[in-house]
Nanobody, 120 residues
Framework: VQLQASGGGLVQPGGFLTLSCAASGRIVRVDRMGWFRQAPGKQRELVAT???????NYVDSTKGRFTISRDNAKNTIWLQMNSLKPEDTAVYFC???????????????WGQGTLVTVSS
């Protein structure tokens, strides 16, 4: 199983970016998917998650600015980030709970990070 994330880059304060993450491999079912981020010198923190049902959860600092969405058929999620602030600068990681065996349990998977830099 692989989680391929993309879309990071440099953006000015107030700007926008969209991150995407696609899960691939021997997948039976993808349950919760989401984004975490880690700023320099800080712990990794939850940004937003979305369940297969479409139920979403956001960290307070991103509510109203970030939107997470999902295409279950493509096992893909997006994170639309608007009104970006310098404090949003971080490496963003895709994360997913994936079932790879009908007789097994879901496992948690991490993708490689993608750097988002918000600076003028």
């Amino acid at each position: 199983v692989q989680l391929q994330a993309s879309g990071g880059g440099l953006v000015q304060p107030g700007g926008f970016l969209t991150l995407s993450c696609a899960a691939s491999g021997r997948i039976v079912r993808v349950d919760r998917m989401g984004w975490f981020r880690q700023a320099p010198g800080k712990q990794r923190e939850l940004v937003a998650t979305i369940r297969a049902s479409g139920i979403t959860n956001y960290v307070d600092s991103t509510k109203g600015r970030f939107t997470i969405s999902r295409d279950n058929a493509k096992n893909t999620i997006w994170l639309q980030m608007n009104s970006l602030k310098p404090e949003d600068t971080a490496v963003y990681f895709c994360n997913a709970d994936i079932l790879t065996n009908l007789f097994g349990d879901t496992r948690n998977w991490w993708g490689q990070g993608t750097l988002v830099t918000v600076s003028s």
